[in-house]
């Protein structure tokens, strides 16, 4: 057993299992799968109906006999501690805790029992594999962000050396670091690239800038997989050019795992498996196929918190050709981060806010929401809703939060709203720059 499914065993996430249970769904018939989908679905509402003392209140005023007129819960209401959303039986000892981003605008901290991280981690080996790729010990060349100091970094790193994956930064995109980074690859046998969508283009556009083909230095690179933020269609062709890879688009969310992933015939294949998807209009009935609304995601495993018809806070739509054991994502909108550019010239992915504002993302509640926004090269707003003004020390601290992560010398100004307006998508955008 390799070193990160030993880690998992040992934390009591029931991999094996998980990979095992996987297995029986990808072999059941279109009619044992809709048979098996409608009975997980029955079972978790009853579950957390008898359990959960926080569904029970959501749930009180609805008919819970029928699954269309369950409520849908919206982000704002999980905005209470933690403790106070979990079920009988559960703590924060025998569950997977984690935090959203925070790119919606909205932080969250959530938990899921061990057997449905379990299942999480199942699926991604699985979709990993159609490429080729061991999730857990193929080596990965990360772009992901990372806390630079404290027992965050430290357990990042270990994560990093359990996964056998090298983390390149996101917070320093200069053309100098970029230089680097194509060294690193060079010296490197990566199978296969992961991260935010914003930093690999920006890598990409340097390759294009200095005429390298990535494949051509680093010969094991066999794909690289971008998430977190909106890939377009011309960025995904410049990839594809400089990469000299197949280019793979991920959509998850940290609370519910993946919900969609590319298949080697370019169909963003949803998860059916573990989760359940639904797309509403704005009364939260169900669209047909191919009409856009909102993304309402049921988590058909966790029984420690309900995600039952969770609202993400996203739009998008379903191909008109989907199943219902093969529905394909046809197109998500939002979820797209800015480059920030500084005054000394240096670029950081605009998610390089979320390690920052992880600062104001406290289990008391206080901050509801908050964007960030550039409006010179040295002028930044921090705009939050909150029960409370930031007290003078908080500010200092996220003052302090983004000269360690960008650069000194920023003028940061505070800004708290009533309101955050929010885009014709329903999102909150977390960074814009206004930068021409």
Same mark, same amino acid.
């Given at each position: 057993?390799?070193?990160?499914?030993?880690?998992?065993?040992?934390?009591?996430?029931?991999?094996?299992?998980?990979?095992?249970? $996987?297995?029986?769904?990808?072999?059941?018939?279109?009619?044992?799968?809709? /048979?098996?989908?409608?009975?997980?679905?029955?079972?978790?509402?009853?579950?957390?109906?008898?359990?959960?003392?926080?569904?029970?209140?959501?749930?009180?005023? +609805?008919? @819970?006999?029928?699954?269309?007129?369950?409520?849908?819960?919206?982000?704002?209401?999980?905005?209470?501690? $933690?403790?106070?959303?979990?079920?009988?039986?559960?703590?924060?000892?025998?569950?997977?805790?984690?935090?959203?981003?925070?790119?919606?605008?909205?932080?969250?901290? +959530?938990?899921?029992?061990?057997?449905?991280?379990?299942?999480?981690?199942?699926?991604?080996?699985?979709?990993?594999?159609?490429?080729?790729?061991?999730?857990?010990?193929?080596?990965?060349?990360?772009?992901? *962000?990372?806390?630079?100091?404290?027992?965050?970094?430290? !357990?990042?790193?270990? !994560?990093?050396?359990?996964?056998?994956?090298?983390?390149?930064?996101?917070?320093?995109?200069?053309?100098?670091?970029?230089?680097?980074?194509?060294?690193?690859? !060079?010296?490197?046998?990566?199978?296969?690239?992961?991260?935010?969508?914003?930093?690999?283009?920006?890598?990409?556009?340097?390759?294009?800038?200095?005429?390298?083909?990535?494949?051509?230095?680093?010969?094991?690179?066999?794909?690289?997989?971008?998430?977190?933020?909106?890939?377009?269609?011309?960025?995904?062709?410049?990839?594809?050019?400089?990469?000299?890879?197949? #280019?793979?688009?991920?959509?998850?969310?940290?609370?519910?795992? $993946?919900?969609?992933?590319?298949?080697?015939?370019?169909?963003?294949?949803?998860?059916?498996?573990?989760?359940?998807?639904?797309?509403? &209009?704005?009364?939260?009935?169900?669209?047909?196929? *191919?009409?856009?609304?909102?993304?309402?995601?049921?988590?058909?495993?966790?029984?420690?918190?309900?995600?039952?018809?969770?609202?993400? *806070?996203?739009?998008?739509?379903?191909?008109?050709?989907? /199943?219902? &054991?093969?529905?394909?994502?046809?197109?998500?909108?939002?979820? @797209?981060?800015?480059?920030?550019?500084?005054?000394?010239?240096?670029?950081?992915?605009?998610?390089? +806010?979320?390690?920052?504002?992880?600062?104001?993302?406290?289990?008391?509640?206080?901050?509801?929401?908050?964007?960030?926004?550039?409006?010179?090269?040295?002028?930044?707003?921090?705009?939050?809703?909150?029960?409370?003004?930031?007290?003078?020390?908080?500010?200092?601290?996220?003052?302090?939060?983004?000269?360690?992560?960008?650069?000194?010398?920023?003028? #940061?100004?505070?800004?708290?709203?009533?309101?955050?307006?929010? @885009?014709?998508? *329903?999102?909150?955008?977390?960074?814009?720059? +206004?930068?021409?």
């Amino acid at each position: 057993m390799n070193l990160f499914n030993l880690t998992l065993k040992l934390k009591g996430f029931p991999i094996e299992k998980a990979k095992r249970d $996987l297995a029986e769904i990808h072999s059941k018939s279109n009619t044992e799968y809709e /048979t098996y989908l409608s009975s997980k679905k029955k079972f978790i509402v009853e579950y957390h109906l008898k359990h959960n003392s926080f569904y029970q209140n959501i749930a009180q005023n +609805f008919d @819970t006999n029928e699954w269309y007129n369950l409520p849908v819960i919206q982000k704002s209401d999980l905005q209470i501690p $933690l403790k106070e959303r979990l079920s009988k039986g559960f703590t924060h000892r025998n569950c997977h805790i984690h935090k959203t981003s925070g790119s919606s605008g909205t932080p969250l901290i +959530f938990a899921k029992d061990k057997y449905t991280h379990a299942m999480s981690w199942a699926n991604f080996m699985d979709r990993y594999s159609w490429y080729g790729i061991d999730a857990t010990t193929s080596k990965q060349a990360r772009f992901y *962000g990372i806390p630079l100091n404290g027992f965050g970094y430290y !357990k990042e790193r270990l !994560k990093d050396f359990l996964g056998n994956r090298f983390r390149f930064s996101v917070f320093d995109l200069s053309d100098h670091q970029l230089e680097w980074n194509l060294n690193k690859f !060079k010296t490197t046998k990566f199978e296969y690239i992961n991260g935010y969508t914003s930093a690999i283009v920006q890598l990409a556009k340097y390759l294009e800038k200095k005429g390298v083909v990535l494949k051509n230095v680093c010969p094991s690179l066999k794909v690289c997989i971008v998430t977190a933020e909106m890939l377009f269609d011309d960025d995904k062709t410049l990839l594809e050019k400089h990469l000299g890879v197949p #280019i793979v688009n991920e959509y998850g969310s940290a609370e519910l795992s $993946l919900i969609a992933f590319n298949n080697s015939n370019e169909e963003w294949l949803v998860n059916t498996e573990d989760l359940f998807i639904e797309i509403l &209009d704005e009364n939260d009935h169900p669209l047909p196929y *191919g009409k856009e609304g909102r993304i309402v995601v049921t988590s058909l495993y966790n029984l420690a918190h309900p995600f039952i018809r969770y609202d993400l *806070g996203d739009i998008g739509s379903l191909y008109e050709n989907s /199943t219902l &054991d093969k529905p394909i994502l046809k197109k998500v909108t939002g979820r @797209t981060s800015d480059i920030a550019i500084l005054p000394s010239g240096k670029k950081a992915a605009g998610l390089t +806010f979320y390690y920052i504002t992880k600062t104001v993302i406290e289990d008391d509640t206080n901050v509801k929401e908050f964007i960030i926004e550039q409006h010179t090269l040295d002028t930044f707003k921090v705009i939050y809703t909150s029960r409370i003004i930031l007290s003078e020390t908080k500010i200092e601290e996220i003052k302090q939060a983004i000269e360690t992560y960008l650069e000194s010398g920023l003028i #940061i100004h505070f800004d708290r709203k009533t309101e955050i307006k929010r @885009t014709k998508g *329903g999102k909150l955008k977390q960074f814009t720059s +206004f930068l021409k």
